[in-house]
């Protein structure tokens, strides 16, 4: 099945502001989900940004959001998790049978996102895209990539790392301090860049674990 990239107009159109404020800066949306019986979602952003202050005064401004809770607020980033009416690209990923990989990452106006679905569900989602109005770029349409792809150089180098030096035997022959040693970082440095790496393959194989399941429910 054909791996498909777009990028879409948020419906939400005060935090689509926001990120045309901050061009530079990413809102990656780690979760969301929809509140039981109602049109209402949860989202998790997180915002990688030199200025968190100026950006969560923004959220301050909103009206359109239901509510919000800061649930960190470091040097170079900020977690905000907000309610708000579930949007339209949601609804129809979700009418259209489509699941979208995680993270997606809003970007000086747009939504970036990625999904793996069969040309019966692409043609869908399209259409419930263009009932409600939404606007969408295509990207690209090709072959679902390897979740190593998606990593940075950087996450490449520490997983790398971390594999040859046996991090990942059973039992470990390296602790996460001698891996940060022997690449000269930090501890806490050594352990972000390597939950990352992780979180984004495990993501990527459990998103089409899913991916698969829910196509083969549809078919019995």
């Known amino acids: 099945m054909p791996e498909v990239e777009l990028k879409l107009k948020p419906s939400n159109e005060e935090i689509a502001a926001v990120s045309r404020d901050y061009p530079d800066v990413e809102f990656q949306l780690l979760d969301s989900y929809r509140i039981k019986e109602e049109t209402l979602m949860s989202v998790l952003f997180e915002i990688q940004t030199t200025n968190p202050v100026s950006v969560v005064e923004s959220f301050d401004e909103m009206t359109e959001l239901h509510s919000y809770e800061i649930l960190h607020t ?5 977690l905000i998790r907000c309610l708000i009416d579930e949007p339209a690209p949601s609804h129809a990923a979700r009418a ?4 979208v990989k995680p993270p997606l990452v809003l970007r000086n106006g747009w939504i970036f996102a990625t999904f793996t679905a069969s040309d019966e569900n692409i043609s869908q989602f399209k259409d419930e895209l263009e009932s409600a109005g939404v606007t969408y770029r295509v990207i690209s349409i090709g072959q679902p990539s390897d979740p190593i792809d998606r990593l940075t150089k950087r996450q490449r180098e520490v997983l790398d790392e971390a594999v040859d030096r046996g991090y990942y035997e059973t039992p470990r022959e390296c602790s996460i301090t001698e891996l940060a040693i022997g690449l000269g970082v930090t501890k806490g440095t050594m352990s972000r860049v390597l939950h990352r ?4 393959i495990i993501k990527d194989v459990i998103y089409n674990y899913i991916n698969q399941l829910n196509k083969t429910i549809l078919y019995i």
């Open 74 to 78: 470091g040097e170079t980033v900020v």
């Open 96 to 99: 259209s049978n489509n699941l």
């Open 197 to 200: 790496a992780e979180s984004t």
